[in-house]
């Protein structure tokens, strides 16, 4: 029976990923040894995580003479402070856009390090917008954005116009379009959304921006540390990086970021159109910022919240619950989320029209 | 074909959890979903890592009125600076016991936080043996020891008597044995070896000693953040979790600690008395010191190394080489390590004296 999973993430991964990381998890290739129980200096894991890196260079068309990618642990939430604590020195400014719960905590924790200052905000209406035509001073160390909001279902289409170095936690829409490099300094993006499971957090650094490190901090914290052994100072999170590496290869096979962008545009205005043409439904995002990712919405009569939830769960819908910040429904159409998935949710809202309308 | 996994780590894990791992990657029970893409908020995942937990508790016999457990990223290296930073004060005492490269690099992350003193050390002998009989001043915050070390095979049989609350990397041997908690102000301890895939640090916080703490610390580096958000403050590394709540079940289902203690004496004596009797070979930690889990063993002449290993893999066994700082031979034996392949390397060393000597 098949589900769709809408969940924010952990999240949906391609169906053929999910088979092959079972089929290794029982044995890999032919070593007679399960990926779960391999070193990580073993050859056929050496040879993973030497291509889960590869991947990320070629999906972004980017060189590892500028940019270096690491896998590394503690999610996006260790990088709120680790960026700063590396890039943030106590005398030095960075700017923070704030566009919901994750820019917030990203913001608190680079206060301890250095002159953090919110220079934009979109509170004012429950984080619905993407904040637009602020200042930016031209001596920031790095400006921070999280490029699209799961909560409240806002993503950046453009990027802000600056000459600041942009630090971007990407998690909720890494490797859903091209992206143009020469903006960032710093990208993080934990797996659990669109690349893997939950347990690692894809770093990819402008080595020029990370030459300007701002102090000296414990060996695991100091990005170097990773950069100058290759991910593998400590013990990766090999499984995780492997499913990522997995899916990383579906990409490519799919066409790659531009293929993705296409598709995920094409699922996102198929839901949206539906959203304001049903007459029971409204969006919640400013249309300009709507998410391609996380598709936010209510029912005009939340009392039809729970039949309305039932309708989905009988069509094998599951995670639109939407997050109690805002309320309502939400539906995570990542990379993976098939276009019939997206269809199948459209035609409960149709449906549920005609019986309640 | 049964390969026999002796790598130090990522190392062994029983053969049923690994199936069973496998199986629920691909769909988790029948929620028609992999444990893969799941929400660590949904009900299957909530119920997991809360059975982790309970698991933890029930092996080791200790109530969750006295210690909060902890399941973290960044392995035990992230632990060497963790403990320290959040309970070594500036103005604080800490003695360090040196018993090879893990201790060493404990010492040097809390040497940034306090006054962290050398004790003892083994280094000496190339740390064949754990150093007994110094003095532990009584004012100490805590003394640092790392209980079995995977590179020279050394394991602490009796931990120090002293009244200084324990802080204790017990990665390679967590879950040998039963323990005497009341020692332990804080234990730690990466999955990678006796209890999981790589990606999960272990941490059981004595709630007494945690009270204590020295300072404040960004908001992912400070214990109580997870204590109070019973480890998912943020998205928990799920299946490397799942995976070691499995191996705790294993544990329980086969006798739990007090079986596996006398199991893993019975395999270390197997392999210790081939090493003393077999005219090729000889063991190099000094034998009251030595590890029930690492094996480290040496040819008197080095020039059979490699046909020996040629041997080894002839008879479908795995990892053991030896690690570069004492060359050699390394046989890891962790619990999951069945008898049958200690003998099988046992039974190769023989014919290989037959064949040599």
């Known amino acids: 029976m098949t589900k769709y999973n809408f969940y924010a993430g952990p999240a949906i991964l391609p169906k053929e990923v999910m088979a092959e990381a079972s ?36 999906l972004f ?4 003479e500028k940019y270096d990618v690491l ?21 030095e400014s960075a700017g923070y856009v704030d566009t919901g719960a994750w820019s917030t905590k990203a913001f608190k924790e680079a206060s301890a390090f250095g002159k953090a200052t919110t220079l934009a905000a979109s509170k004012d209406k429950n984080y619905n917008y993407i904040p637009k035509g602020y200042e930016i001073p031209s001596d920031l160390k790095y400006l921070h954005i999280t490029s699209n909001n ?3 279902g806002t993503q950046y289409k453009d990027f802000p116009e600056t000459t600041v170095p942009l630090v971007c936690d990407m998690s909720s829409d890494i490797f859903s379009r091209p992206l143009d490099f020469s903006k960032f300094g ?10 893997g499971p939950a347990g690692v957090v894809l770093v990819i650094l402008d080595k020029e921006f990370a030459a300007k490190q701002s102090r000296d901090v414990p060996t695991m ?3 170097q540390t990773h950069v100058k052994k290759d991910s593998a100072f400590n013990t990766p999170p090999v499984f995780p990086i492997y499913v990522s590496m997995l899916t990383m290869r579906w990409l490519k096979k799919n066409g790659g970021l531009a293929a993705m962008a296409t598709r ?9 159109s539906e959203i304001d043409r049903n007459s029971l439904f409204y969006g919640t995002a400013a249309t300009e910022d709507r998410s391609d990712m996380n598709v936010c919405f209510l029912l005009h009569d939340e009392a039809k919240t729970d039949a309305f939830l039932a309708d989905c769960a009988a069509a094998n ?26 269809q199948t949710l459209v035609d409960v809202m149709k449906s549920f029209e005609s019986k309640h309308v």
Chains 1, 2 share one sequence.
């Open 221 to 223: 914290l100091d990005y």
């Open 150 to 152: 799961t909560i409240f």
């Open 317 to 342: 819908i599951i995670g639109v619950k939407g997050h109690r910040s805002v309320g309502g429904f939400r539906a995570s159409i990542y990379n993976a989320m098939p276009k019939e998935g997206v």
């Open 264 to 272: 995920n545009t094409e699922k996102a205005n198929l839901i949206y």
């Open 71 to 91: 896998f590394l642990q503690g999610g996006a939430s260790s990088q709120f402070f680790m960026s700063a604590m590396n890039f943030l020195g106590t005398e």
């Open 186 to 195: 710093l990208i993080y993006a934990g797996a659990q959304k669109n690349l």
């Open 23 to 58: 089929k290794n998890a029982l044995e890999l290739g032919d070593s007679g040894l399960s990926i779960l129980e391999m070193s990580h200096r073993s050859k056929e894991v050496a040879a993973i995580l030497d291509e889960a890196k590869s991947n990320v260079y070629e």
């Open 61 to 64: 068309d980017i060189s590892p």
